[in-house]
């Protein structure tokens, strides 16, 4: 496997791209390797190597590379006719008609144009909407790249994660550790009054794979109920991937006040999008006064490819094949983790999954969780398996980026590029993809 040209690109992106990427986890160590085409459930690199994608664009392509033809009629169509106008289109109807159809707690929705512009909206609308600053967020879990969550530390020890963010914006922000009823609880005792919303990844998606607790978001529920805060749970990444068209909240059987949306919503096009009651929505401008606007918001490309995307899903077995094809790839990882890897945790649900470099191994296996971390308490590796953000950063990261994921793509196989992003089958995905992927992580785990 050469990769002379893939060096050569990146040589050149290094004088002109910070990085030499436009999205930092694109930088792989030690140089990335540069895609020239995507292929049904594979991409192809500048210098013709082919690898089995469970990147999928970190999560919007729920058809891998080769969605079906009524979506690319759909796309070349809206491509061809414009492509936008800044006046408004049926197909931005048709598709917000579509969401709010099938996902519980949606009754009107905003589009914009990426997760990011989707949380920092829906942050300003609760605060808007309640009259209160401070949001509770979870520790490791990922809103994108924006100033109120870009945030780590608790207590009065707060700070933001990144150079360039006023500590003041540190200061209106709770961070608490994800699955921590009581944390959540004190938090409430303390600032109940103050706390316009709590925020979070109904899965943590972006820090491992973990799975809520059972009875966790009940309890999100009923304090931001008893305390007048709203809930707000960004399905970027679950949504329309966990638990099918209802997304992760119709799974859950828990009702958020707010939802944002992001990756699949837009069909493989830039986009975001906040939902929830019309009570809370409505208060966006120009029918309420939470200021939001957007140059290519409800871009018809974007709307035409997300409306195809899903309206295919809702009329064929999408969810029921990548659900399936992701069972048996975490079944098979379960087998191959208790064979050699015994301290090592298999993450993920329906169609996302994650071998997590967990430290310790359990004294058992009998009874385990066989298809993926689901918490229950009977499992023997439930007080090893990671419940927070801090747990899966406890991880073996290092051998992840550095060996690893080296190691599985010189066996053809395209993983996310650390220790903490999930990865997603494809309804491109293939039995034999499956088992070859098995394959290449019996030999390199
Ligand atoms: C990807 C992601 C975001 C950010 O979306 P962008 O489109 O990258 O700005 C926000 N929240 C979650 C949960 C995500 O997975």
Known sequence: ??????RRLYDRALSVL????????RATMPYPFFVQSGDG??????????????VNGYGPLLYGHSPPEAVQAAIQRHASQGPMYGAPTEIEVEH?????????????????????EATVSAVRLARGYTGRDKIVVMQGGYHGAQESTLVEGEGDHVRPSTRGIPQSFAEHTIPVPFNDADAIIETFQEHGDEIAAVLTE???GNKGIVMPVDGYHETLRDLCDDHGALLIFDEVITGF????????????????DVTTFGKIVGGGFPVGAIGGKAEIIEQFTPSGDVFQSGTFSGHPVTMAAGHAYLTYAAENDVYEHVNALGRRLREGLTEIVADQAPAYTVAGTDSMFKVLFTR???????????????????????DLCPKNGADVAACDTERWERVFWQEMKDRGV????????????????????????????????
């Open 41 to 54: 459930g594979h991409v192809v690199d500048a210098d013709g190597n082919r690898y089995v994608d469970y």
């Open 360 to 382: 310790d191994a359990p004294e058992s296996f009998e009874g385990h969780c066989e298809a993926g971390c689901e918490q229950r308490e009977e499992c023997p590796r439930y």
């Open 1 to 6: 496997m050469t990769s002379d040209e893939s």
């Open 18 to 25: 910070p990085g030499g990427v436009n999205s930092s986890v």
């Open 414 to 445: 395209f993983l996310t590029a650390n220790q903490f992003e999930s990865q997603f089958v494809s309804y491109a995905h293939t039995k034999e993809d499956v088992e070859e992927t098995l394959d290449a992580y019996r030999e390199a785990l």
């Open 202 to 204: 109904p899965i943590l």
């Open 96 to 116: 917000a008609e579509f969401v709010a159809r099938h996902v519980p707690s949606v009754e009107m929705i905003r589009f914009v144009n990426s997760g990011t």
């Open 241 to 256: 991937r966990v638990g099918g068209l209802q997304c992760a909240q119709g799974k859950f059987g828990v009702t958020p």
